[in-house]
């Protein structure tokens, strides 16, 4: 979608563009932190990789908050989704790289096809919700439910 980003031309098509974006993105973000994220710290207890990845989706759902508010008349708006590709770019390769978030996963004792099925159930639950509502947002810090939640640690 980044790609279609770039190469769009028409404002709408490029505002159409970015609300796809940031309610994919903050759908990954969300069910990451309510399901993925704690189940991996309770494995591994790798505080360090886990509070990065925090902190990388805090960046980009700061940026995305901004995008969705200020919309493509915004002098800064393209400017903002190219930063915010690139932070999903390095937040990515950081989750897969050898020795990242991942791979860890893989090497614990997690149950990773669980934590699937539980991933892919919330994702769709989540995806009904935005489409009904259309831009409807997360509530603050969108994480009122999921398992683990009481290790969450929060960065602020
Ligand atoms: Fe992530």
Avoid: N, W
């Amino acid at each position: 979608m980044f790609g279609e980003f770039e190469s769009a031309r028409s404002r709408d098509r490029k505002s159409d563009l970015a609300a796809r974006i940031c309610s994919a993105l903050r759908v990954h973000a969300t069910i990451e932190e309510e399901i993925f994220y704690p189940a991996y710290l309770e494995a591994t207890h790798d505080t360090e990789i886990h509070h990065e990845a925090e902190i990388e989706h805090e960046g980009a759902k700061r940026l995305i908050d901004e995008i969705e508010s200020t919309g493509p008349d915004d002098d800064h708006f393209e400017a903002r989704i190219s930063v915010l590709q690139e932070m999903i770019r390095h937040h990515v390769k950081e989750e897969e790289r050898s020795g990242g978030m991942f791979g860890k996963a893989r090497a614990s004792d997690m149950d990773l096809r669980a934590l699937g099925r539980q991933l892919e159930e919330r994702k769709l639950e989540l995806k009904g919700e935005s489409d009904e509502g259309g831009m409807q947002r997360m509530p603050p810090g969108g994480r009122s439910r999921g398992a683990g939640r009481d290790m969450r640690m929060r960065s602020h």
